[in-house]
Structure formats: C-alpha cells, structure tokens
C-alpha cells in the first residue's frame, strides 16, 4: 500500500488513439506521476514521449513490467493482446487498468480473472460509464426503490460511421459499444442474463458489423436491448447518441448522453461536442475518464480493493455480447 500522500506512478502500454488519452490525462492529473511509455511503434514512442516529457519508453511491454518505478499500468491495447498483457502484468505484480471490453471471449476473461484473484495488485476494467454522474445517480435512485422492479430496458449507444470505418476492423459495434449498456443494465438491475437473441448489420466494408441490436432475457424477469450500430451519416451532429430507458413496475428513469449541453452551429454545420467523458478545454482534459483513473489511483493508496466495478462483473458483459454475436451468426436464441 503506498501512503496516501504518495505520488502514483503510471505506465500506459498501447499508444493508439485512447492510449494517447490516457497518458494525455494521467499527465496533467495532481497525485499521479505519467511514469512510463510502451508501444510496438518507435515513431510513435518518440512522439508521445517527447511531448508528454516522459523518459522511460518501451517498445516490449515486458520491460516497462519489469521497470520498477512503474505502479500501475493502464492497458490499451487491441482487444486481442488483451489476455496475454494482463496475465503478465498481474504477475509481474503490478496493479492494471484493462481497457473494456476485457476480452473477445469468455475464456479469454476467466484465465484473466484467476490472475487477478491470485495477484499481488489490483485488477480493474474500465468501464468508464460506471463514473458518469448521470449513472450513478440513476444507479443510486434504483437502489433507493423509486422506480420499483425493474422490468424494461432499452439503450441505443450509436455513433458515425467515418468512426466506424476506424474501429470496425478491430471490434464489432455490439462488441465495442453495446457492451457499455450490457453492463450497466447487468448493474442497475443486479441481474444474470438467461436467453440472447440478436442480429446484426453489416452495411461497410470492414471487418466486423456496423451495427446490432441484441435482446436478453434477465433472470429477473426484465427484457433488456442494446442497440449499437456505427453507421449513422458523417453528417450527424452527435458524437456519440447514446440514451437509457429503464422502465420498473413504479416509475421510469431515462438517461441522455448523447446530447450533453452544448451545440455549436457554425459554417461546417451543427455539432454536439463531448462535454462529459473527456473533454479538453482551453487544451486541458477533465471529465469522467479522469474519475475513473482518479478512483483507481484512490484505491492503490489507500490498499482498498476496487469496488465500482468487479471482474465478474465485467466478464458477464462480455459473455453476453459474444452471446449476441453467436446468436446473430447463427439466428439461434442463446441460453445461460
């Protein structure tokens, strides 16, 4: 346990777009030291290091393990170096913050988790919607009884295919998105899945489908669909249209994060920043990705176990998405 004064001292390994916000933000955050780089990519190290002024850089993960003067590690990696890279970090006794989802399949999280359960460090996936305001309040008035049991829920996390078209070779929309609102279903209602039926859309020309809808049967009783599909026009003034309807046998919570404050209508057209997840005003990042890391940080301090969000609980997400795929590849209804 370090003291609570302590400085953290953090590695980020994988410096692709979120790898750059992570060691963007972990670098201007009080308390918390951006200790050290890694990324397959010379170039790439060069440029991030030399602009964050970081001096220990990497180009085999396994040494920034090895550093240390390295507390933590954020992992940003694809999706598939996932398992591999966490096994080893957990080992190397090192806390990690796995970037979701926190692997394609299931058997990839389960040799993950028996890591974690045997590691010195702590062992966290990032599921960032678990830090937004607008999520813990709804999580906190479902708690409260205000809504009663919960029997409906329905979200859509939707974003632009010129997005699309940059990821859809790496991930599935339902994979890459819809898995935030699996989650949070999984949480709000602290419920298993049963049945998953769902379908896909494959409109463009990458790899994975642009787009899903998956439907679940709770062991609750509530049905609950995530819609996720990345094709919506170039043009669409959302950065991402992401919405929640919860609906209980006493009340409805509803839940807007596609439209998040701001619009900004100029020459180019109309535009709905992001003002919540990571935002950088006047060139300095705030928002819930600084939460998370801020919560995450705590926790190292403090020696108090991560409590937001459990590995079971994160593989349960995952077990039902890579569910949805199998039930769309295969038009069958998934059961648990």
Same mark, same amino acid.
């Given at each position: 346990?370090?003291?609570?004064?302590?400085?953290?001292?953090?590695?980020?390994?994988?410096?692709?777009?979120?790898?750059?916000?992570?060691?963007?933000?972990?670098?201007?955050?009080?308390?918390?030291?951006?200790?050290?780089?890694?990324?397959?990519?010379?170039?790439?190290?060069?440029?991030?290091?030399?602009?964050?002024?970081?001096?220990?850089?990497?180009?085999?993960?396994?040494?920034?393990?090895?550093?240390?003067?390295?507390?933590?590690?954020?992992?940003?990696?694809?999706?598939?170096?996932?398992?591999?890279?966490?096994?080893?970090?957990?080992?190397?006794?090192?806390?990690?913050?796995?970037?979701?989802?926190?692997?394609?399949?299931?058997?990839?999280?389960?040799?993950?988790? #028996?890591?974690?359960?045997?590691?010195?460090?702590?062992?966290?996936?990032?599921?960032?919607?678990?830090?937004?305001?607008?999520?813990?309040?709804?999580?906190?008035?479902?708690?409260?009884?205000?809504?009663?049991?919960?029997?409906?829920?329905? #979200?859509?996390?939707?974003?632009?295919?010129?997005?699309?078209?940059?990821?859809?070779?790496?991930?599935?929309?339902?994979?890459?998105?819809?898995?935030?609102?699996?989650?949070?279903?999984?949480?709000?209602?602290?419920?298993?899945?049963?049945?998953?039926?769902?379908?896909?859309?494959?409109?463009?020309?990458?790899?994975?489908?642009?787009?899903?809808?998956?439907?679940?049967?709770?062991?609750?009783?509530?049905?609950?669909?995530?819609?996720?599909?990345?094709?919506?026009?170039?043009? *669409?003034?959302?950065?991402?249209?992401?919405?929640?309807?919860?609906?209980?046998?006493?009340?409805?919570?509803?839940?807007?994060?596609?439209?998040?404050?701001?619009?900004?209508?100029?020459?180019?057209?109309?535009?709905?920043?992001? *003002?919540?997840?990571?935002?950088?005003?006047?060139?300095?990042?705030?928002?819930?990705?600084?939460?998370?890391?801020?919560?995450?940080?705590?926790?190292?301090?403090?020696?108090?176990?991560?409590?937001?969000?459990?590995?079971?609980?994160?593989?349960?997400?995952? #077990?039902?998405?890579?569910?949805?795929?199998?039930? #769309?590849?295969?038009? *069958?209804?998934?059961?648990?």
């Amino acid at each position: 346990m370090l003291s609570s004064s302590k400085t953290v001292r953090w590695g980020v390994i994988g410096l692709g777009w979120f790898g750059e916000v992570h060691a963007d933000n972990l670098s201007e955050m009080p308390g918390i030291e951006l200790a050290g780089l890694c990324t397959r990519r010379p170039e790439r190290l060069t440029e991030i290091g030399d602009r964050l002024e970081v001096k220990r850089r990497y180009t085999d993960y396994r040494e920034l393990l090895a550093d240390p003067e390295v507390d933590v590690v954020s992992i940003t990696t694809h999706i598939n170096d996932h398992r591999e890279i966490a096994i080893e970090a957990l080992r190397s006794g090192k806390h990690v913050l796995l970037e979701k989802p926190m692997a394609p399949t299931v058997a990839d999280c389960e040799q993950i988790v #028996a890591a974690a359960k045997d590691a010195a460090g702590f062992f966290m996936v990032g599921h960032i919607c678990r830090f937004d305001p607008r999520v813990t309040l709804a999580k906190q008035a479902i708690e409260e009884g205000r809504i009663g049991d919960i029997i409906s829920m329905h #979200a859509r996390r939707n974003l632009s295919k010129a997005i699309g078209e940059t990821v859809l070779d790496d991930i599935s929309a339902l994979m890459g998105d819809g898995i935030h609102d699996a989650d949070l279903m999984l949480w709000f209602s602290d419920a298993n899945v049963s049945t998953v039926y769902a379908q896909e859309v494959h409109p463009g020309k990458n790899k994975y489908p642009d787009g899903g809808w998956s439907i679940a049967r709770l062991d609750n009783g509530a049905v609950a669909v995530v819609e996720s599909v990345w094709h919506l026009p170039e043009s *669409t003034p959302y950065t991402i249209d992401a919405r929640m309807e919860i609906i209980g046998t006493q009340g409805a919570i509803y839940i807007n994060c596609g439209e998040a404050g701001l619009t900004i209508h100029d020459a180019e057209g109309v535009k709905m920043p992001d *003002t919540m997840y990571w935002p950088r005003p006047f060139g300095r990042y705030l928002g819930v990705l600084q939460e998370e890391l801020r919560y995450f940080a705590d926790c190292v301090r403090t020696g108090e176990p991560p409590a937001r969000i459990t590995p079971r609980e994160s593989q349960a997400a995952v #077990a039902w998405m890579a569910a949805a795929t199998e039930s #769309a590849r295969t038009g *069958t209804v998934i059961s648990f």
